[in-house]
């Protein structure tokens, strides 16, 4: 079968190896609890949501597979979506190429979602895997930047910065996940940039790897849900974001 006549597969590849440490002390990230649910659970049933997505990876710290997997099975998660769970790595790239290695081999496009985003929607979801489908090789959701964003001379923490560029607002957004992507577009990327790229964008961003790549990555709009939870602010934002969507019987 031609890659022209193959059906269109989407996984979604959620690193959950991380610790989360501007969250303080306790369990990782990606476990803390949110409305009484540990965070990755919100995140898996997020892709899940998706019709389009047939599997999800987790990718748990290398040490806590098992936990990992014990806690998906005490949840409901939606029957048709195969999950899987495996070791990651000591780097987030290296817990991604985790994931993609262990996607079932039919599939032809991925997703790869921060599990710290745990309440996107679904129609940004499918608007990413929509945006795939039609050809765009990487993906990305975005939204415009509310605040004006100043260049600085990087000094010493808490220290006066000179601004050295003020660019312009109306060009830039803020990048969201997940970011969909055809699955040999990313795998070369990882495979291409593997050496040395531990440093800069590309060990915590993978539209920017393709970027590196010289593809074109396309964003589409992406929803103010889907902001990541880092501090504890964004725990207690996320927090009344769940309650008001529980209370209105839309989750």
Do not use: C
């Not at 029957?79 to 032809?108: K, M, Y």
């Not at 990413?128 to 959701?141: D, H």
């Amino acid at each position: 079968m031609s890659d022209e006549t193959r059906p269109h597969r989407t996984a979604a590849v959620i690193p959950a190896a991380g610790r989360g440490v501007r969250l303080g002390p306790g369990a990782p990230k990606a476990l803390r609890a949110l409305g009484g649910t540990p965070m990755l659970i919100h995140a898996v049933r997020a892709m899940a949501r998706s019709r389009a997505v047939s599997a999800v990876v987790v990718v748990a710290p290398s040490d806590g597979a098992a936990e990992v997997r014990r806690l998906l099975d005490e949840h409901a998660l939606p029957d048709r979506t195969e999950i899987l769970v495996v070791p990651g790595g000591a780097t987030r790239q290296e817990s991604v190429r985790a994931g993609l290695a262990a996607l079932p081999a039919d599939i032809t496009s991925v997703l790869i979602h921060d599990a710290a985003r745990p309440l996107v929607p679904v129609d940004t979801v499918d608007s990413v895997i929509e945006a795939v489908r039609a050809g765009s090789p990487a993906v990305v959701p975005a939204l415009p930047l509310a605040d004006t964003v100043k260049e600085v001379e990087p000094g010493k923490p808490g220290e006066p910065e000179p601004v050295v560029a003020t660019p312009e607002r109306a060009r830039l957004r803020a990048v969201q996940t997940p970011q969909g992507f055809d699955l040999a577009t990313l795998v070369r990327a990882h495979e291409e940039l593997a050496v040395g790229a531990a440093d800069g964008e590309g060990a915590t961003d993978d539209a920017g790897m393709v970027e590196r790549l010289g593809v074109t990555v396309m964003a589409v709009p992406g929803h103010e849900e889907a902001f990541k939870v880092t501090r504890p602010l964004d725990l207690v934002l996320a927090e009344a974001v769940l309650a008001r969507r529980r209370a209105t019987d839309a989750y």
